[in-house]
Every structure is written in C-alpha cells, then in structure tokens.
C-alpha cells in the first residue's frame, strides 16, 4: 500500500489500528458513521446498533 500523503497515512494508521482492536477481541468501538465505514466496520466483525439521542460518551 503506498501511503505517501499524509492523510492516506493517518488513514492508513487509523485502519490498522481498528483491525488490531477487533483481533485482540473489542467488543465496542464509537466511530462516525458513513456508507463506506458501515462497510469497512462489519468486515472486521463490527456492527451497528442505535444510540439513545440523550447518550453522551466520555473518550480517553
């Protein structure tokens, strides 16, 4: 994979770190939704479910 611009790199590195959290066996992930992610997300065995409109996550 040639990922000589920056952002095909921080794309890149994003990836392979979600692909490395789904093989060490998370089981949630909090990701911005679109069309290709949906995809992407189900082949490394993620799904998606609804979120209550009142529910806030708190990331570190």
Do not use: I
């Amino acid at each position: 994979m040639d990922v000589s611009e920056p952002a095909e790199r921080a794309q890149a590195a994003w990836f392979h770190g979600l692909a490395a959290a789904a093989r060490d066996g998370a089981v949630q992930a909090v990701l911005f939704p679109s069309p290709d992610g949906f995809h992407l997300h189900r082949s490394l065995g993620f799904t998606s479910v609804p979120v209550r409109p009142d529910r806030c996550f708190y990331l570190h």
